[in-house]
T-cell receptor
């Protein structure tokens, strides 16, 4: 049973436009959410996180939104740049498994000129 | 330079070989992890070490044997692996086990032939 789901395996966006990556979760006990970015042949790099006490966290071009009632979070990248092309992983932790990060399967973002 | 260093970056081994993956973190963290990244599957947690003590073994087969001599070093000993064990193995660390951002190494690509 996959507790963290990224239903879109890929996304293609034009440079300068907004990229929206989505993530759904099923465990209402999750209270900490993260986004990681992964380039080919490299390990994931931490991008941005959000605690369940917030509904928005912004860091430069990256904003994460959390909708607890819908058990949904999204990552907005604006404006998108070609260097943002990578696989983005959503992750969550909390509840009885506070020491475990549960990852989604990832969404491959391609930003074209 | 990444704070989490993994060697080797690429490894090809036969099913009867014994090899080891090495991880070193320079971040002063107390928790270290092994993850497995297979194609089209979520990132899978394998082992968790907290202050050199193993706190989680996520039902990993015994052909994978972790070793954590100190908080800065983590090994994954490999013995009689199978072709389906071919994957990217990621080491990671965090300041503490609970609710912290995890920082990943670049990974070790393993191919079992």
């Amino acid at each position: 049973d996959q507790q963290v789901k990224q239903n879109s395996p890929s996304l293609s966006v034009q440079e300068g436009r907004i990229s929206i990556l989505n993530c759904d979760y099923t465990n209402s006990m999750f209270d900490y959410f993260l986004w990681y970015k992964k380039y080919p042949a490299e390990g994931p790099t931490f991008l941005i996180s959000i605690s369940s006490i917030k509904d928005k966290n912004e860091d430069g071009r990256f904003t994460v939104f959390l909708n607890k009632s819908a058990k949904h979070l999204s990552l907005h990248i604006v404006p998108s740049q070609p260097g943002d092309s990578a696989v983005y992983f959503c992750a969550a932790s909390g509840g009885v498994n506070t020491d475990k990060l549960i990852f989604g399967t990832g969404t491959r973002l391609q930003v074209f000129p | 330079e990444t704070g989490v260093t993994q060697t080797p970056r690429h490894l090809v081994m036969g099913m009867t070989n014994k090899k080891s993956l090495k991880c070193e973190q320079h971040l002063g963290h107390n928790a270290m992890y092994w993850y497995k990244q297979s194609a089209k599957k979520p990132l899978e947690l394998m082992f968790v070490y907290n202050f050199k003590e193993q706190t989680e073994n996520n039902s990993v087969p015994s052909r994978f044997s972790p070793e954590c001599p100190n908080s800065s070093h983590l090994f994954l000993h490999l013995h009689t692996l199978q072709p389906e064990d071919s994957a990217l193995y990621l080491c990671a660390s965090s300041l503490e086990v609970t609710g912290n951002t995890i920082y990943f190494g670049e990974g070790s690509w393993l191919t079992v032939v």
